[in-house]
């Protein structure tokens, strides 16, 4: 339940709608409840003295407490809509926000799935439990209490039945909760689970083709949701039994009401006007009492929904500027001091181990190792992607934690591994580096990343559409894109993590070209090529997330044996690796 109040803090501004709709539920509920009174007395009044005229009076009566009833609720409908949708729209605002906050530790404490389960599925859990629970959670209580109230004052005897119905129909309430709470959890689960598939197969969709697996993933997705199917017929097979117990509950009350009431006509103690209108408050309360069970059905699904919503929003961010943070990065100079890390604290091994190293202001360094020799992890310390498990990593002569955490990102240019472009134009993507770059500049950075050939030759140019995720260009020509966007940030250290390894040897050495006339900008230079590091200042050599040797290509052609059988095993055939990159 905390989890629920932690959320409506988040109500905000639309706390005043919901007060609204709670007065309008409970002013439609006083109008419905005055109407059997009025019943009562047209039967025992006008029906049974023959007077048309009490009857029309009456009537109209019941016609103005019907017409204010439906006026009220449509207030209310209102009212609850706008504090409902506006309470989930704020919910999702928070957790994407948060998420942007994240550190990349965070990140790997939620799937990606997961997340975008979290901030649709479970918000509208939640959204709908406002919308859908809030009248009933208001109007029941409201019936309850003013329908149990006038049949006492209808038949104080007949309303005992009240005092026996009460109890079943808490102890089925009860029994079906606690049997329902565990399952809604696993019914988001095995929410997550489809999305993961579905999410897994659209983005390798390509891959799926090519290797003809379209069969295969059909087969993963059909066991997700048959799972789910699973689960949700399970859980609502169960939330439905309150339904039946309810209703034979209610029956059973008006059977034994009627039989008891009908004595007491014969007896002369109770008119069938007022017998009518006790069935009528009977009606009430039951339906109260249903309304009430499927409030609280609402909310123990919402609770789990609310639960995983919570743990977004409560997540503690790994990584944040100190309080007195420096803003200024006074150069590019990168050192590493007895630096350790590793991804989780109970983690058996470190990802990297003892690092020493400095790399100094407007220096060229290349970074060479095998796969999983930790080559990207170690420049991901650089921006506080990570932070340092032991020992410092210092940007400009200081501790990188010491840094505002905007300032030292923008001072980092990095082109990470995996490229990433996203949906709308090539300005659109470029801008993110620069978003005040004119169209000058933006050329001059795709000339520099060797794009501007292919961009002239695209219907649009600047303004050509990339498709969602980058779709219409090919991989080469992705990275030269990811290049120049990195470019424009102008930044006082520029990282290549693995950047050209999907273009010919012939382009690559067209952008080092680019690259070495940037002055006064740190470059280093993670690659699989040797020809990419070759020319570099130094070049280190990463083993099993240690520093193997540094050196530069002569030097460590000449000393180093790991760095000796790259170089031959690449250089022999004359560097044949060219003809199988990207040319696009």
């Not at 006008?46 to 016609?63: C, K, N, P, S, T």
């Not at 009401?257 to 309360?285: D, E, H, K, N, P």
């Not at 993670?526 to 997330?545: C, F, K, N, P, Y």
């Amino acid at each position: 339940m905390k989890d629920l109040k932690r959320l409506l803090q988040y109500m905000g501004p639309y706390r005043r709608d919901m007060a609204l709709g709670m007065l309008l539920v409970v002013i439609e509920s006083a109008f419905e409840m005055f109407i059997p009174i009025l019943m009562s007395q047209i039967i025992d009044a006008g029906v049974a003295q023959r007077d048309v005229a009490v009857i029309l009076r009456i009537g109209l009566e019941m016609a103005a407490c019907a017409l204010l009833a439906l006026i009220t609720g449509l207030l209310y409908a209102k009212y609850a809509a706008r504090a409902s949708y506006g309470f989930g729209a704020r919910i999702r605002q928070a957790q994407y926000a948060k998420v942007q906050a994240y550190a990349f530790g965070n990140l790997d404490h939620f799937e990606t799935s997961s997340l975008i389960t979290r901030m649709t599925t479970d918000v509208s859990v939640v959204q709908n439990a406002i919308n859908g629970g809030f009248r009933p959670m208001v109007r029941g209580p409201a019936m309850l209490v003013l329908g149990v109230a006038l049949s006492f004052y209808m038949s104080p005897r007949l309303a005992v039945v009240f005092f026996v119905c009460a109890p079943i129909l808490g102890l089925v309430l009860v029994l079906v909760v606690r049997r329902i709470a565990p399952m809604y959890t696993r019914l988001q689960q095995a929410m997550d689970h489809l999305n993961t598939v579905v999410q897994e197969c659209l983005t390798a969709i390509r891959a799926v083709k090519a290797f003809v697996r379209g069969q295969y993933e059909e087969e993963k997705f059909r066991q997700v949701n048959t799972e789910l199917m699973n689960v949700s017929l399970s859980t609502f097979r169960t939330a439905v039994l309150n339904l039946p117990a309810f209703q034979l509950t209610m029956y059973a009350a008006m059977v034994m009401i009627l039989w008891f009431g009908g004595q007491m006509i014969l007896a002369g103690t109770l008119t069938v006007g007022r017998l009518t209108s006790f069935l009528s408050y009977v009606l009430q309360v039951m339906n109260s009492l249903m309304m009430i069970s499927n409030v609280f059905l609402l909310m123990t699904r919402s609770l789990a929904s609310a639960h995983r919503i919570a743990e977004v929003l409560d997540e503690e961010v790994e990584l944040t500027s100190p309080q007195d943070a420096v803003k200024e990065i006074p150069d590019g100079g990168v050192v590493f001091e007895n630096v350790s890390f590793k991804y989780h604290p109970d983690a058996a091994e470190y990802a990297l181990a003892g690092i020493n190293l400095t790399i100094r202001p407007g220096q060229t360094v290349g970074i060479l190792g095998g796969t999983g020799s930790a080559k990207s992890t170690l420049v991901q310390l650089i921006p506080r992607l990570y932070d340092a498990t032991e020992g410092r990593v210092l940007v400009g002569g200081q501790d990188v934690r010491r840094y505002d955490l905007t300032a030292l990102r923008d001072a980092v240019g990095i082109v990470l591994q995996k490229n990433v472009l996203f949906s709308g134009t090539v300005r659109d993507n470029l801008k993110w580096g620069n978003p005040d770059a004119d169209d000058e500049t933006l050329w001059a950075a795709c000339r520099a990343a060797q794009a501007e050939e292919f961009l002239r030759r695209m219907p649009g140019g600047l303004d050509a559409d990339l498709g969602q995720g980058g779709v219409n260009v090919s991989g080469g020509q992705k990275q030269r894109l990811c290049i120049a966007r990195t470019l424009l940030k102008k930044p006082k250290i520029l990282i290549f993590d693995d950047s050209v390894s999907a273009v010919d040897t012939a382009t690559e050495a067209k952008i080092r070209k680019a690259l070495s006339d940037l002055t006064g900008v740190t470059k280093i230079i993670i690659a699989q090529r040797v020809t990419s590091v070759m020319g570099t200042d130094q070049i280190v050599v990463l083993e099993d997330g240690q520093i193997h040797a540094v050196g530069t290509h002569s030097q460590l052609l000449a000393s180093d044996p790991i760095y000796q059988e790259i170089y031959h095993s690449q250089m022999k055939g004359g560097g044949a690796d060219a003809g199988t990159a990207d040319h696009g």
